[in-house]
Protein backbone atom coordinates (compact mmCIF):
# COMPACT_ATOMS: atom_id res chain seq x y z
CA UNK A 1 0.00 0.00 0.00
CA UNK A 2 0.99 3.55 -1.07
CA UNK A 3 0.21 6.01 1.65
CA UNK A 4 1.15 9.36 -0.24
CA UNK A 5 -0.14 13.33 0.62
CA UNK A 6 -2.13 14.53 -1.73
CA UNK A 7 -3.08 18.55 -1.53
CA UNK A 8 -5.95 20.51 -3.65
CA UNK A 9 -7.16 23.81 -3.03
CA UNK A 10 -8.23 25.95 -5.80
CA UNK A 11 -6.72 29.20 -3.61
CA UNK A 12 -3.33 29.60 -4.41
CA UNK A 13 -2.50 31.02 -0.34
CA UNK A 14 -4.72 28.25 1.27
CA UNK A 15 -2.61 25.96 -0.74
CA UNK A 16 0.75 26.51 0.05
CA UNK A 17 -0.57 26.41 4.05
CA UNK A 18 -2.01 22.65 3.47
CA UNK A 19 1.26 22.13 1.49
CA UNK A 20 2.70 23.08 5.07
CA UNK A 21 1.02 20.37 6.69
CA UNK A 22 1.37 17.84 3.69
CA UNK A 23 4.72 18.02 3.75
CA UNK A 24 4.73 17.22 7.72
CA UNK A 25 2.35 14.27 7.25
CA UNK A 26 4.45 13.23 3.64
CA UNK A 27 7.59 13.40 6.04
CA UNK A 28 6.24 10.97 8.86
CA UNK A 29 5.06 8.35 6.33
CA UNK A 30 8.40 8.73 4.21
CA UNK A 31 5.78 9.15 1.25
CA UNK A 32 5.65 12.26 -1.39
CA UNK A 33 3.84 14.73 -1.14
CA UNK A 34 1.96 15.76 -4.55
CA UNK A 35 -0.56 18.90 -5.47
CA UNK A 36 -2.81 19.61 -8.51
CA UNK A 37 -3.41 22.16 -10.73
CA UNK A 38 -6.43 22.23 -12.61
CA UNK A 39 -7.74 24.59 -15.76
CA UNK A 40 -5.12 26.08 -17.55
CA UNK A 41 -1.44 24.98 -18.04
CA UNK A 42 0.48 26.80 -14.92
CA UNK A 43 3.52 26.46 -14.76
CA UNK A 44 5.03 28.84 -12.81
CA UNK A 45 2.55 28.40 -10.38
CA UNK A 46 3.27 24.60 -10.23
CA UNK A 47 7.04 25.30 -9.29
CA UNK A 48 5.80 28.02 -7.26
CA UNK A 49 4.03 24.97 -4.84
CA UNK A 50 7.24 23.15 -5.50
CA UNK A 51 9.20 26.22 -3.85
CA UNK A 52 6.78 25.57 -1.15
CA UNK A 53 7.16 21.64 -0.40
CA UNK A 54 5.24 19.93 -3.51
CA UNK A 55 7.35 17.19 -4.81
CA UNK A 56 4.81 16.33 -7.59
CA UNK A 57 2.69 18.81 -9.21
CA UNK A 58 -0.39 17.22 -11.42
CA UNK A 59 -1.06 20.00 -13.78
CA UNK A 60 -4.78 18.47 -14.99
CA UNK A 61 -5.09 20.58 -18.27
CA UNK A 62 -8.29 21.56 -19.31
CA UNK A 63 -10.99 24.44 -20.87
CA UNK A 64 -12.59 24.54 -17.52
CA UNK A 65 -13.91 28.23 -16.83
CA UNK A 66 -15.44 28.23 -13.38
CA UNK A 67 -15.03 25.84 -10.45
CA UNK A 68 -17.69 23.01 -10.75
CA UNK A 69 -17.25 20.48 -7.76
CA UNK A 70 -18.97 17.63 -9.92
CA UNK A 71 -16.13 18.41 -12.78
CA UNK A 72 -13.49 18.93 -10.44
CA UNK A 73 -14.12 15.63 -7.67
CA UNK A 74 -14.26 13.72 -11.06
CA UNK A 75 -10.63 14.84 -11.71
CA UNK A 76 -9.33 13.95 -8.47
CA UNK A 77 -10.87 10.95 -8.37
CA UNK A 78 -8.75 10.07 -11.29
CA UNK A 79 -5.65 11.39 -10.29
CA UNK A 80 -6.36 9.74 -6.88
CA UNK A 81 -7.23 6.14 -8.97
CA UNK A 82 -3.63 6.70 -10.64
CA UNK A 83 -1.64 7.86 -7.76
CA UNK A 84 -2.55 6.05 -4.59
CA UNK A 85 -3.01 8.98 -2.44
CA UNK A 86 -4.64 8.08 0.66
CA UNK A 87 -4.75 11.21 2.40
CA UNK A 88 -6.10 13.96 0.80
CA UNK A 89 -6.03 17.34 2.36
CA UNK A 90 -8.48 19.79 0.66
CA UNK A 91 -8.40 24.15 1.46
CA UNK A 92 -12.00 24.40 3.05
CA UNK A 93 -13.06 27.64 1.33
CA UNK A 94 -16.89 26.71 0.56
CA UNK A 95 -15.53 25.12 -3.25
CA UNK A 96 -13.41 22.73 -1.41
CA UNK A 97 -16.30 21.84 1.45
CA UNK A 98 -18.54 20.83 -1.14
CA UNK A 99 -15.91 19.39 -3.56
CA UNK A 100 -14.26 17.25 -0.33
CA UNK A 101 -18.12 16.25 0.58
CA UNK A 102 -18.78 14.93 -2.96
CA UNK A 103 -15.21 13.16 -3.76
CA UNK A 104 -15.56 11.55 -0.23
CA UNK A 105 -18.96 9.80 -1.18
CA UNK A 106 -17.65 9.12 -4.82
CA UNK A 107 -14.77 7.11 -3.63
CA UNK A 108 -16.43 6.06 -0.21
CA UNK A 109 -14.03 7.56 1.89
CA UNK A 110 -14.30 8.77 5.34
CA UNK A 111 -13.86 13.12 5.47
CA UNK A 112 -13.41 15.85 8.28
CA UNK A 113 -14.41 19.61 7.67
CA UNK A 114 -12.77 22.15 8.76
CA UNK A 115 -10.13 20.53 10.53
CA UNK A 116 -7.88 22.66 13.33
CA UNK A 117 -5.20 20.29 13.86
CA UNK A 118 -4.11 17.31 12.18
CA UNK A 119 -1.39 14.30 13.41
CA UNK A 120 -0.81 10.87 13.66
CA UNK A 121 -2.31 9.19 17.13
CA UNK A 122 -1.31 5.60 17.36
CA UNK A 123 -0.57 6.00 13.36
CA UNK A 124 -3.97 6.81 12.26
CA UNK A 125 -4.57 10.69 11.55
CA UNK A 126 -6.38 12.55 13.19
CA UNK A 127 -8.22 15.79 13.63
CA UNK A 128 -9.80 18.30 15.99
CA UNK A 129 -12.58 20.13 15.18
CA UNK A 130 -14.77 22.85 16.77
CA UNK A 131 -18.27 21.46 17.67
CA UNK A 132 -22.02 22.79 19.25
CA UNK A 133 -21.30 26.84 18.18
CA UNK A 134 -17.52 26.41 19.72
CA UNK A 135 -18.53 24.87 23.04
CA UNK A 136 -16.57 21.72 22.46
CA UNK A 137 -13.62 20.35 20.32
CA UNK A 138 -14.07 17.05 18.98
CA UNK A 139 -10.94 14.90 18.19
CA UNK A 140 -11.88 12.46 15.58
CA UNK A 141 -9.73 9.52 14.18
CA UNK A 142 -9.84 7.65 10.65
CA UNK A 143 -10.14 3.63 10.74
CA UNK A 144 -9.78 3.35 7.12
CA UNK A 145 -8.32 5.08 4.44
CA UNK A 146 -8.43 7.12 1.90
CA UNK A 147 -8.95 9.87 4.40
CA UNK A 148 -9.94 12.92 3.40
CA UNK A 149 -9.82 16.08 5.61
CA UNK A 150 -10.59 20.19 4.98
CA UNK A 151 -8.32 22.84 6.09
CA UNK A 152 -9.62 27.05 6.28
CA UNK A 153 -7.14 29.57 5.75
CA UNK A 154 -4.86 30.69 8.35
CA UNK A 155 -4.80 27.59 10.29
CA UNK A 156 -1.43 25.91 9.25
CA UNK A 157 1.97 28.44 8.61
CA UNK A 158 3.57 27.86 5.08
CA UNK A 159 6.77 26.74 4.60
CA UNK A 160 9.71 29.27 3.81
CA UNK A 161 10.00 29.46 0.30
CA UNK A 162 13.04 27.84 -1.34
CA UNK A 163 13.52 28.05 -4.78
CA UNK A 164 16.24 25.47 -4.92
CA UNK A 165 13.31 22.47 -4.30
CA UNK A 166 13.18 19.45 -6.88
CA UNK A 167 10.09 18.49 -8.23
CA UNK A 168 8.29 17.13 -10.71
CA UNK A 169 5.55 18.08 -12.96
CA UNK A 170 2.79 16.08 -14.73
CA UNK A 171 1.06 17.79 -17.32
CA UNK A 172 -2.20 15.85 -18.25
CA UNK A 173 -5.52 15.81 -19.81
CA UNK A 174 -8.47 14.26 -18.59
CA UNK A 175 -11.82 13.24 -20.48
CA UNK A 176 -14.48 14.75 -17.81
CA UNK A 177 -17.64 13.17 -17.38
CA UNK A 178 -20.70 15.51 -18.37
CA UNK A 179 -22.81 16.52 -15.56
CA UNK A 180 -26.64 17.88 -15.99
CA UNK A 181 -25.63 21.29 -13.73
CA UNK A 182 -23.93 24.46 -15.39
CA UNK A 183 -22.93 27.40 -14.05
CA UNK A 184 -24.68 30.28 -16.23
CA UNK A 185 -23.47 33.22 -13.59
CA UNK A 186 -20.64 34.49 -11.37
CA UNK A 187 -20.45 37.51 -10.10
CA UNK A 188 -18.44 39.10 -7.24
CA UNK A 189 -20.80 39.56 -3.72
CA UNK A 190 -20.99 43.20 -2.61
CA UNK A 191 -18.09 43.78 -0.36
CA UNK A 192 -15.99 46.64 0.95
CA UNK A 193 -13.15 44.25 1.38
CA UNK A 194 -12.43 44.81 4.88
CA UNK A 195 -11.05 41.86 6.58
CA UNK A 196 -12.22 41.30 9.82
CA UNK A 197 -10.22 38.19 10.23
CA UNK A 198 -6.94 40.05 10.51
CA UNK A 199 -8.14 43.15 12.48
CA UNK A 200 -6.64 43.61 15.62
CA UNK A 201 -9.52 46.05 17.18
CA UNK A 202 -13.30 45.29 16.00
CA UNK A 203 -16.46 47.61 16.79
CA UNK A 204 -19.28 44.81 15.95
CA UNK A 205 -23.03 46.50 15.58
CA UNK A 206 -26.12 44.61 15.97
CA UNK A 207 -29.71 44.92 15.97
CA UNK A 208 -29.50 48.06 18.88
CA UNK A 209 -28.53 50.45 15.70
CA UNK A 210 -31.88 51.56 14.80
CA UNK A 211 -30.75 52.95 11.25
CA UNK A 212 -28.23 52.59 8.75
CA UNK A 213 -26.61 55.77 9.03
CA UNK A 214 -26.00 55.32 12.65
CA UNK A 215 -23.36 52.81 12.14
CA UNK A 216 -21.14 56.01 11.94
CA UNK A 217 -21.26 55.65 15.71
CA UNK A 218 -19.17 52.78 15.38
CA UNK A 219 -16.78 54.02 13.34
CA UNK A 220 -16.33 57.23 14.87
CA UNK A 221 -15.39 54.85 17.55
CA UNK A 222 -13.17 52.63 15.60
CA UNK A 223 -11.44 55.61 13.83
CA UNK A 224 -10.14 56.66 17.56
CA UNK A 225 -8.67 53.42 17.79
CA UNK A 226 -6.04 51.43 15.68
CA UNK A 227 -7.26 48.77 13.78
CA UNK A 228 -10.36 50.77 11.95
CA UNK A 229 -12.44 47.68 11.92
CA UNK A 230 -16.51 47.89 11.53
CA UNK A 231 -17.89 43.84 12.60
CA UNK A 232 -21.41 42.97 12.72
CA UNK A 233 -23.49 40.09 13.51
CA UNK A 234 -25.78 38.24 11.27
CA UNK A 235 -28.87 40.64 10.86
CA UNK A 236 -27.07 44.00 9.85
CA UNK A 237 -25.60 42.14 6.91
CA UNK A 238 -27.53 39.30 6.10
CA UNK A 239 -31.17 40.92 6.25
CA UNK A 240 -30.57 44.67 6.72
CA UNK A 241 -27.91 44.65 4.15
CA UNK A 242 -26.55 47.97 6.32
CA UNK A 243 -23.56 46.44 5.93
CA UNK A 244 -21.57 43.78 3.41
CA UNK A 245 -20.72 40.23 3.99
CA UNK A 246 -16.89 40.63 4.84
CA UNK A 247 -18.42 42.17 8.11
CA UNK A 248 -20.34 39.63 9.45
CA UNK A 249 -19.08 37.63 12.18
CA UNK A 250 -20.27 34.43 13.96
CA UNK A 251 -20.52 30.64 13.58
CA UNK A 252 -21.83 31.10 9.31
CA UNK A 253 -19.92 34.59 8.84
CA UNK A 254 -16.38 34.73 10.11
CA UNK A 255 -14.57 33.74 13.18
CA UNK A 256 -12.24 36.78 14.28
CA UNK A 257 -9.64 37.11 17.30
CA UNK A 258 -8.63 40.37 17.80
CA UNK A 259 -7.08 41.47 20.97
CA UNK A 260 -10.62 43.96 21.78
CA UNK A 261 -13.72 43.25 20.69
CA UNK A 262 -16.42 46.02 21.46
CA UNK A 263 -19.82 44.85 20.71
CA UNK A 264 -22.49 46.98 20.82
CA UNK A 265 -26.14 46.41 20.90
CA UNK A 266 -25.52 42.63 19.83
CA UNK A 267 -27.17 40.56 22.45
CA UNK A 268 -24.68 37.87 21.95
CA UNK A 269 -26.47 34.79 21.41
CA UNK A 270 -24.23 31.47 20.64
CA UNK A 271 -24.28 31.98 16.73
CA UNK A 272 -22.21 35.42 17.08
CA UNK A 273 -20.32 34.31 20.23
CA UNK A 274 -18.88 31.14 18.10
CA UNK A 275 -17.23 34.11 15.62
CA UNK A 276 -15.38 36.05 18.54
CA UNK A 277 -15.11 34.17 21.41
CA UNK A 278 -11.37 33.55 20.69
CA UNK A 279 -11.26 37.23 21.03
CA UNK A 280 -8.49 38.99 23.76
CA UNK A 281 -10.51 41.61 25.50
CA UNK A 282 -14.06 41.31 24.90
CA UNK A 283 -16.78 44.62 25.79
CA UNK A 284 -20.00 44.77 26.21
CA UNK A 285 -22.53 47.80 25.44
CA UNK A 286 -26.04 47.04 25.54
CA UNK A 287 -29.21 48.81 27.32
CA UNK A 288 -30.51 45.76 28.53
CA UNK A 289 -28.67 44.36 31.97
CA UNK A 290 -29.84 40.84 31.41
CA UNK A 291 -28.66 40.54 27.61
CA UNK A 292 -26.79 37.41 27.52
CA UNK A 293 -23.48 39.36 25.76
CA UNK A 294 -22.69 40.31 29.55
CA UNK A 295 -21.97 36.54 30.26
CA UNK A 296 -19.09 36.22 27.23
CA UNK A 297 -17.45 39.64 28.18
CA UNK A 298 -14.49 40.96 29.75
CA UNK A 299 -16.11 44.55 30.64
CA UNK A 300 -19.72 46.14 30.29
CA UNK A 301 -21.73 49.06 30.09
CA UNK A 302 -25.13 48.47 30.77
CA UNK A 303 -26.45 51.41 28.66
CA UNK A 304 -27.65 53.14 25.21
CA UNK A 305 -24.98 52.90 22.35
CA UNK A 306 -25.96 56.45 21.38
CA UNK A 307 -24.98 57.19 24.58
CA UNK A 308 -22.19 55.25 25.27
CA UNK A 309 -20.47 55.19 21.73
CA UNK A 310 -20.32 58.70 21.34
CA UNK A 311 -19.27 59.42 25.00
CA UNK A 312 -16.36 56.24 24.37
CA UNK A 313 -15.15 57.68 21.55
CA UNK A 314 -14.18 60.89 23.27
CA UNK A 315 -13.00 59.76 26.69
CA UNK A 316 -11.01 57.23 24.22
CA UNK A 317 -9.01 60.09 22.12
CA UNK A 318 -7.99 61.88 25.22
CA UNK A 319 -6.59 58.87 26.80
CA UNK A 320 -4.65 57.79 23.71
CA UNK A 321 -3.46 61.18 22.92
CA UNK B 1 -42.29 17.37 -8.17
CA UNK B 2 -41.29 15.12 -5.64
CA UNK B 3 -39.14 16.73 -3.12
CA UNK B 4 -37.04 14.25 0.05
CA UNK B 5 -35.45 16.72 2.69
CA UNK B 6 -32.95 15.93 5.00
CA UNK B 7 -33.77 17.02 8.26
CA UNK B 8 -31.56 16.37 11.62
CA UNK B 9 -32.65 16.84 15.05
CA UNK B 10 -30.48 18.11 17.06
CA UNK B 11 -29.43 19.20 20.72
CA UNK B 12 -29.89 22.99 21.32
CA UNK B 13 -26.24 24.34 21.50
CA UNK B 14 -27.23 27.27 23.20
CA UNK B 15 -28.35 25.57 26.41
CA UNK B 16 -25.15 23.25 26.46
CA UNK B 17 -23.16 23.37 29.67
CA UNK B 18 -19.47 22.12 30.41
CA UNK B 19 -18.99 19.90 32.95
CA UNK B 20 -16.44 21.61 35.02
CA UNK B 21 -14.97 18.09 36.69
CA UNK B 22 -15.02 16.06 33.50
CA UNK B 23 -14.58 19.06 30.93
CA UNK B 24 -16.98 17.49 28.84
CA UNK B 25 -20.14 19.03 27.25
CA UNK B 26 -23.29 17.79 29.23
CA UNK B 27 -25.72 16.25 26.68
CA UNK B 28 -28.01 15.16 28.56
CA UNK B 29 -31.40 17.02 29.64
CA UNK B 30 -30.93 19.40 26.98
CA UNK B 31 -34.04 20.38 24.59
CA UNK B 32 -33.66 19.05 21.32
CA UNK B 33 -34.91 20.76 17.94
CA UNK B 34 -34.70 20.30 13.99
CA UNK B 35 -31.42 22.25 13.11
CA UNK B 36 -32.52 25.11 12.07
CA UNK B 37 -31.42 25.58 8.55
CA UNK B 38 -32.96 22.36 7.95
CA UNK B 39 -36.32 24.36 8.61
CA UNK B 40 -35.25 26.41 5.89
CA UNK B 41 -34.81 23.21 3.53
CA UNK B 42 -38.36 22.15 4.41
CA UNK B 43 -39.67 25.80 4.07
CA UNK B 44 -38.28 25.64 0.86
CA UNK B 45 -39.81 22.35 -0.28
CA UNK B 46 -42.99 23.46 0.23
CA UNK B 47 -42.64 26.46 -1.19
CA UNK B 48 -41.67 24.51 -4.39
CA UNK B 49 -45.09 22.12 -3.91
CA UNK B 50 -47.27 25.16 -3.59
CA UNK B 51 -46.40 25.77 -6.82
CA UNK B 52 -45.77 22.53 -8.86
CA UNK B 53 -47.82 19.93 -6.56
CA UNK B 54 -46.00 16.73 -5.90
CA UNK B 55 -45.10 15.41 -2.26
CA UNK B 56 -42.72 15.96 0.48
CA UNK B 57 -40.82 13.09 2.33
CA UNK B 58 -38.62 14.40 5.16
CA UNK B 59 -35.94 11.82 6.26
CA UNK B 60 -34.00 11.74 9.26
CA UNK B 61 -31.65 9.81 11.12
CA UNK B 62 -32.29 10.22 14.60
CA UNK B 63 -33.30 8.70 17.73
CA UNK B 64 -36.14 6.97 18.76
CA UNK B 65 -37.57 10.10 19.91
CA UNK B 66 -36.64 11.97 17.11
CA UNK B 67 -40.43 10.97 15.83
CA UNK B 68 -41.88 14.32 18.01
CA UNK B 69 -39.75 16.44 16.12
CA UNK B 70 -40.78 14.85 12.31
CA UNK B 71 -44.05 15.83 13.58
CA UNK B 72 -43.44 19.37 13.20
CA UNK B 73 -42.00 19.34 10.00
CA UNK B 74 -45.46 17.21 8.92
CA UNK B 75 -47.06 20.37 10.67
CA UNK B 76 -45.05 22.47 8.14
CA UNK B 77 -46.16 20.96 5.59
CA UNK B 78 -44.44 17.52 4.50
CA UNK B 79 -46.30 14.82 4.00
CA UNK B 80 -44.44 12.01 4.94
CA UNK B 81 -41.69 11.48 7.79
CA UNK B 82 -38.96 8.68 7.77
CA UNK B 83 -36.97 7.95 10.65
CA UNK B 84 -33.76 6.14 10.57
CA UNK B 85 -32.91 5.16 14.02
CA UNK B 86 -28.93 4.92 14.36
CA UNK B 87 -27.34 2.30 14.33
CA UNK B 88 -24.85 1.59 17.67
CA UNK B 89 -21.94 2.89 15.71
CA UNK B 90 -22.51 5.74 13.40
CA UNK B 91 -20.10 8.48 11.41
CA UNK B 92 -20.60 11.06 9.13
CA UNK B 93 -20.40 8.36 6.56
CA UNK B 94 -22.54 5.94 8.07
CA UNK B 95 -25.05 8.82 7.87
CA UNK B 96 -24.77 10.23 4.40
CA UNK B 97 -25.20 6.01 3.42
CA UNK B 98 -28.43 5.43 5.07
CA UNK B 99 -29.98 8.72 3.97
CA UNK B 100 -28.60 7.84 0.60
CA UNK B 101 -29.97 4.23 0.57
CA UNK B 102 -33.63 5.57 2.07
CA UNK B 103 -33.38 7.82 -1.30
CA UNK B 104 -32.72 5.03 -3.45
CA UNK B 105 -35.54 3.19 -1.69
CA UNK B 106 -38.15 6.07 -2.47
CA UNK B 107 -36.69 6.05 -5.89
CA UNK B 108 -39.21 8.27 -6.62
CA UNK B 109 -37.25 12.02 -6.51
CA UNK B 110 -36.76 14.92 -8.63
CA UNK B 111 -35.00 17.61 -5.61
CA UNK B 112 -33.24 16.49 -2.89
CA UNK B 113 -33.07 19.47 -0.25
CA UNK B 114 -30.59 19.83 2.94
CA UNK B 115 -29.91 22.45 5.50
CA UNK B 116 -26.12 23.96 4.46
CA UNK B 117 -25.12 22.30 7.39
CA UNK B 118 -26.67 21.10 10.45
CA UNK B 119 -26.32 23.62 13.82
CA UNK B 120 -24.38 21.31 16.16
CA UNK B 121 -21.69 20.21 14.35
CA UNK B 122 -21.52 22.69 11.37
CA UNK B 123 -19.82 20.19 9.15
CA UNK B 124 -21.79 20.15 6.08
CA UNK B 125 -20.65 17.40 4.11
CA UNK B 126 -23.58 15.38 4.47
CA UNK B 127 -25.56 16.84 1.11
CA UNK B 128 -22.58 16.74 -1.27
CA UNK B 129 -22.07 14.13 -0.35
CA UNK B 130 -25.14 12.46 -0.57
CA UNK B 131 -25.29 13.61 -4.40
CA UNK B 132 -21.27 11.83 -4.69
CA UNK B 133 -23.16 8.68 -3.87
CA UNK B 134 -26.14 8.90 -5.98
CA UNK B 135 -23.61 10.76 -8.62
CA UNK B 136 -26.54 13.28 -9.10
CA UNK B 137 -25.53 17.15 -9.60
CA UNK B 138 -25.32 19.62 -6.77
CA UNK B 139 -26.32 23.20 -6.09
CA UNK B 140 -25.01 24.32 -2.77
CA UNK B 141 -25.57 27.00 -0.73
CA UNK B 142 -28.45 28.00 -2.71
CA UNK B 143 -30.32 31.63 -1.17
CA UNK B 144 -32.60 31.50 -3.65
CA UNK B 145 -34.01 29.23 -6.23
CA UNK B 146 -36.41 29.25 -9.22
CA UNK B 147 -38.02 25.80 -10.05
CA UNK B 148 -39.21 25.98 -13.41
CA UNK B 149 -40.49 22.26 -14.90
CA UNK B 150 -37.39 20.91 -16.36
CA UNK B 151 -34.86 23.22 -14.77
CA UNK B 152 -33.68 24.58 -11.52
CA UNK B 153 -31.74 27.71 -10.89
CA UNK B 154 -29.98 28.26 -7.75
CA UNK B 155 -28.09 31.74 -6.72
CA UNK B 156 -25.04 30.35 -4.68
CA UNK B 157 -23.28 32.58 -1.97
CA UNK B 158 -19.76 30.72 -2.75
CA UNK B 159 -18.35 33.46 0.09
CA UNK B 160 -16.42 35.64 -2.34
CA UNK B 161 -18.90 35.25 -5.67
CA UNK B 162 -22.26 35.06 -6.17
CA UNK B 163 -22.72 32.12 -8.27
CA UNK B 164 -25.72 31.25 -10.50
CA UNK B 165 -26.28 26.87 -11.70
CA UNK B 166 -28.78 25.43 -13.33
CA UNK B 167 -29.29 22.06 -13.77
CA UNK B 168 -31.75 19.71 -15.06
CA UNK B 169 -33.51 16.77 -12.46
CA UNK B 170 -32.67 15.06 -10.69
CA UNK B 171 -30.65 17.75 -8.16
CA UNK B 172 -29.37 17.60 -4.74
CA UNK B 173 -29.72 21.23 -3.23
CA UNK B 174 -28.38 22.88 -0.25
CA UNK B 175 -29.67 25.93 0.89
CA UNK B 176 -28.90 28.85 3.47
CA UNK B 177 -30.41 30.26 5.93
CA UNK B 178 -31.13 33.30 4.29
CA UNK B 179 -33.41 31.45 1.32
CA UNK B 180 -36.63 32.20 3.54
CA UNK B 181 -38.42 32.54 6.85
CA UNK B 182 -39.38 28.94 8.17
CA UNK B 183 -43.34 28.97 8.68
CA UNK B 184 -44.72 28.44 12.23
CA UNK B 185 -47.41 25.95 11.57
CA UNK B 186 -50.75 26.18 13.53
CA UNK B 187 -52.68 24.35 15.63
CA UNK B 188 -55.18 23.19 12.98
CA UNK B 189 -52.06 22.14 11.03
CA UNK B 190 -50.34 20.54 14.29
CA UNK B 191 -53.31 18.37 15.33
CA UNK B 192 -54.08 17.62 11.23
CA UNK B 193 -50.46 15.84 11.10
CA UNK B 194 -50.99 13.33 13.73
CA UNK B 195 -52.61 11.76 10.84
CA UNK B 196 -49.77 11.75 7.70
CA UNK B 197 -47.50 9.05 8.40
CA UNK B 198 -44.14 8.50 10.06
CA UNK B 199 -42.15 5.21 8.90
CA UNK B 200 -39.30 3.69 11.00
CA UNK B 201 -36.57 1.88 8.95
CA UNK B 202 -34.02 0.03 10.27
CA UNK B 203 -30.40 1.04 9.56
CA UNK B 204 -29.97 -3.06 8.71
CA UNK B 205 -32.39 -3.18 6.52
CA UNK B 206 -30.59 -0.05 4.24
CA UNK B 207 -26.85 -1.05 4.83
CA UNK B 208 -24.81 -4.22 4.55
CA UNK B 209 -21.80 -2.56 5.81
CA UNK B 210 -22.36 -0.67 8.69
CA UNK B 211 -18.33 -0.31 9.69
CA UNK B 212 -17.84 3.58 10.32
CA UNK B 213 -14.68 5.30 9.13
CA UNK B 214 -14.35 7.91 11.37
CA UNK B 215 -14.12 7.40 15.31
CA UNK B 216 -14.90 10.31 17.47
CA UNK B 217 -12.07 9.45 20.36
CA UNK B 218 -12.95 12.71 22.46
CA UNK B 219 -14.80 15.75 23.27
CA UNK B 220 -13.24 18.40 25.16
CA UNK B 221 -15.58 21.41 26.36
CA UNK B 222 -14.02 24.68 25.75
CA UNK B 223 -15.69 26.97 28.86
CA UNK B 224 -15.17 30.52 27.92
CA UNK B 225 -13.44 32.37 31.12
CA UNK B 226 -14.02 35.94 31.41
CA UNK B 227 -13.95 38.68 33.64
CA UNK B 228 -17.81 39.65 33.57
CA UNK B 229 -17.17 43.09 35.07
CA UNK B 230 -20.50 44.99 34.52
CA UNK B 231 -20.27 48.97 35.00
CA UNK B 232 -24.03 49.73 35.81
CA UNK B 233 -23.30 53.20 37.38
CA UNK B 234 -24.18 56.73 35.12
CA UNK B 235 -22.55 56.34 31.25
CA UNK B 236 -20.02 59.07 32.09
CA UNK B 237 -18.81 56.85 35.22
CA UNK B 238 -18.81 53.99 33.58
CA UNK B 239 -16.84 54.79 30.36
CA UNK B 240 -14.28 56.14 32.27
CA UNK B 241 -14.06 52.90 34.23
CA UNK B 242 -13.93 50.91 30.81
CA UNK B 243 -11.14 53.24 29.51
CA UNK B 244 -8.75 52.66 32.53
CA UNK B 245 -9.61 48.91 32.53
CA UNK B 246 -8.65 48.55 29.02
CA UNK B 247 -5.72 50.86 29.59
CA UNK B 248 -4.35 49.09 32.23
CA UNK B 249 -5.08 45.61 30.35
CA UNK B 250 -2.93 47.71 27.45
CA UNK B 251 -5.30 47.17 24.42
CA UNK B 252 -5.73 50.23 23.14
CA UNK B 253 -2.14 50.86 21.89
C1 LIG C 1 -27.90 28.52 11.98
C2 LIG C 1 -27.72 29.89 12.52
C3 LIG C 1 -26.56 30.58 12.23
C4 LIG C 1 -26.37 31.86 12.72
N1 LIG C 1 -25.19 32.49 12.44
C5 LIG C 1 -24.97 33.70 12.99
C6 LIG C 1 -23.74 34.38 12.78
O1 LIG C 1 -22.84 33.90 12.08
N2 LIG C 1 -23.56 35.59 13.35
C7 LIG C 1 -24.52 36.19 14.14
O2 LIG C 1 -24.28 37.28 14.65
N3 LIG C 1 -25.70 35.58 14.32
C8 LIG C 1 -25.95 34.36 13.77
N4 LIG C 1 -27.17 33.78 13.95
C9 LIG C 1 -28.26 34.57 14.55
C10 LIG C 1 -28.19 34.65 16.07
O3 LIG C 1 -28.88 33.55 16.61
C11 LIG C 1 -28.89 35.94 16.54
O4 LIG C 1 -30.18 35.98 16.03
C12 LIG C 1 -28.15 37.21 16.14
O5 LIG C 1 -26.79 37.13 16.48
C13 LIG C 1 -28.77 38.38 16.84
O6 LIG C 1 -28.19 39.58 16.37
P1 LIG C 1 -28.17 40.86 17.30
O7 LIG C 1 -27.54 40.54 18.59
O8 LIG C 1 -27.57 41.94 16.49
O9 LIG C 1 -29.72 41.22 17.45
P2 LIG C 1 -30.71 41.00 18.71
O10 LIG C 1 -30.66 39.63 19.22
O11 LIG C 1 -32.01 41.57 18.25
O12 LIG C 1 -30.11 41.92 19.82
C14 LIG C 1 -30.11 43.31 19.81
C15 LIG C 1 -29.55 43.76 21.15
O13 LIG C 1 -29.40 45.15 21.14
C16 LIG C 1 -29.78 45.66 22.40
N5 LIG C 1 -30.18 47.05 22.18
C17 LIG C 1 -31.29 47.51 21.54
N6 LIG C 1 -31.27 48.83 21.48
C18 LIG C 1 -30.15 49.23 22.09
C19 LIG C 1 -29.57 50.50 22.37
N7 LIG C 1 -30.16 51.65 21.96
N8 LIG C 1 -28.41 50.56 23.03
C20 LIG C 1 -27.80 49.42 23.44
N9 LIG C 1 -28.29 48.19 23.20
C21 LIG C 1 -29.45 48.10 22.54
C22 LIG C 1 -30.87 44.76 22.87
O14 LIG C 1 -30.96 44.79 24.30
C23 LIG C 1 -30.43 43.41 22.33
O15 LIG C 1 -29.63 42.73 23.30
C24 LIG C 1 -27.38 32.49 13.49
C25 LIG C 1 -28.54 31.79 13.78
C26 LIG C 1 -28.72 30.51 13.31
C27 LIG C 1 -29.98 29.80 13.67
Known amino acids: ?321 | MNIIVCAKDVVDASEMKIDSNTNKPILEGISKKISDIDKNAIEEAIKIKEKHGGKITAITVGTPDSKERIKELLAMGADEGVLIPYPEKYDYHIVSKLLAEAIKKINEYDIIICGEASTDFFSGQIGPKIAGLLNISQITYAFNLNVEKDKIIGERNMGENSVTTESSYPVLVTVTKEINEPRLPSLMEILGAANKPIHEWNADSLLNDTNTKIETIDIKGISMERKNIVFKDNIDDSVTKLVDSLSKDGVLG
Open chain 1, 1 to 321: MIYMVLVFSDNRNLNIELLSKGSELAKELGEKLTTIIIGKSDEELANEYIAFGAEEVYIAENEIEFFKSEEFSDIIEKIINETNNNYILIGSNKNGKELASRLAGKIDAGCIIDCSNIYFKDKKITAERTVYSGNAISIEQFNSLPAILTVSSKVFDPLKKDEKNKGNIVKKKYDIEKSSSKIINVKEMQSESVNVEDAEIIVSCGRGFKNKEDIKYANELADTLKGKTIGCSRPIAADLKWLSEDHWIGLSGHKVKPKLYIAAGISGQIQHIAGMRDSGIIVAINKDPEALIFKSADYGIVGDLYEVLPKLATALKNKIS
